[in-house]
């Protein structure tokens, strides 16, 4: 079982150049949801899609833009890199639209370094 | 905002029972409060999610007061491998698509041999 797959694992990145972080999940979701956690800061919610088509802002959007390609993927965009976007980046994945009772399922992350 | 307060740190031996409290005041009615566990360098792993009084799995147990103004984990007879980050995680507003989840900043569990 693959559950959310996030790729790449590990970046590091210029200032000022852009990428796209993946995620895929295998498990028929609604809901997905890209993460950033640094320390001292708990998981912070960047962008959440809660159906194909669908994206919302959460709490730190400034700097990203998401795409949610199909009910499978859903990627993260930085546009122009700086310094302070570097973190550990996770996905999940949960099965309903609704948060209140359904787990999420998260990747291992993404380890961005940006200099 | 239903904000979460647990501990930053607590410290236990092998064998001994371990119980995280985490404060919600402002939990909403439709809110549950969940449990996450995270090691270094894995995302968070579902342990145990509940709306009131006590839940059991094969993993932990979950106290909810009537009020629902906290919460506590327990973890009991825990082993070395049980060292990592414990979140406590509850819902924010009325239901729906727009609702943004908090996360605590989470308590880190150190187990000693």
């Known amino acids: 079982n693959a559950g959310v797959t996030q790729t790449p694992k590990f970046q590091v990145l210029k200032t000022g150049q852009s990428m796209t972080l993946q995620c895929a999940q295998d498990?028929?979701?609604?809901?997905m949801y890209w993460y950033r956690q640094d320390p001292g800061m708990g998981l912070r919610l960047i962008y959440y899609?809660?159906?194909?088509?669908?994206?919302d802002k959460g709490e730190v959007p400034n700097g990203y833009n998401v795409s949610r390609l199909n009910k499978r993927e859903f990627s993260l965009r930085l546009e122009s890199a700086a310094p302070s976007q570097t973190s550990v980046y996770f996905c999940?994945?949960?099965?309903?639209?609704?948060?209140?009772?359904?787990?999420?399922?998260f990747g291992d992350g993404t380890r961005l370094s940006i200099l | 905002l239903a904000k979460t307060t647990q501990p930053i740190s607590m410290d236990s031996y092998e064998g001994q029972e371990v119980n995280i409290t985490c404060s919600h005041n402002?939990?909403?009615?439709?809110?549950?409060i969940t449990w996450y566990q995270q090691f270094p360098s894995q995302g968070p792993r579902f342990i145990i999610q509940?709306?009131?009084?006590?839940v059991t799995n094969e993993v932990a147990s979950l106290f909810i007061p009537a009020d629902r103004k906290s919460s506590t984990l327990s973890l009991p007879r825990v082993s070395l491998s049980d060292t990592a980050v414990y979140y406590c995680?509850?819902?924010?507003?009325?239901?729906?698509?727009?609702?943004?989840?908090?996360w605590g900043l989470g308590t880190s569990l150190a187990v000693n041999p």
């Open positions: 402002n939990i909403a009615t439709n809110d549950y």
């Open positions: 995680l509850v819902g924010e507003g009325q239901a729906g698509n727009n609702r943004k989840l908090i």
């Open positions: 999940a994945s949960r099965r309903d639209r609704d948060p209140s009772n359904q787990p999420q399922h």
């Open positions: 498990m028929n979701h609604n809901s």
């Open positions: 509940g709306y009131k009084t006590k």
């Open positions: 899609s809660a159906s194909e088509g669908t994206t």
